[in-house]
């Protein structure tokens, strides 16, 4: 049974998972992003040393971004794969309920602050 507090926080979810998916789209410049971070554009600067350090330096700015994003889309991903399988809320350590509170704050939270590695 899907409650009221679940379907806001799937919208949640799913609003969260459009915004990410662009977010990584823009990265890798409109294409899909399925072969991984290679997909990233190369900012071609100039062929000074400096200028190439500094294109260097904006890749790997945009492969940790990138990085960051597809790990929040994974975590989005899951919670909305657990409210279809029914056990949205549930913590993935100790069983226990998940406080609203925590996922209104965090809805792709999957365990307790007390429970998470992180
Ligand atoms: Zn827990």
Known sequence: MMTA???QMKSKLEEEKKRL??????LVGGEKHKNGPNNIKWTEIGSKDDENAAEVTSYE???????????????VD???Q???DGTYGI??????KIPEDRLE???AATQHTDCSPA
């Open 78 to 80: 899951a919670a909305l």
């Open 61 to 75: 700015e945009k492969l940790s971004l990138s990085k960051n994003l597809d790990k929040a889309l994974e975590e």
């Open 5 to 7: 507090f679940i379907k």
């Open 105 to 107: 704050a965090f809805p």
């Open 82 to 84: 657990k409210i279809h």
């Open 21 to 26: 998916e662009q977010q990584i789209a823009q």
């Open 91 to 96: 913590c993935s350590i100790c069983g226990n």
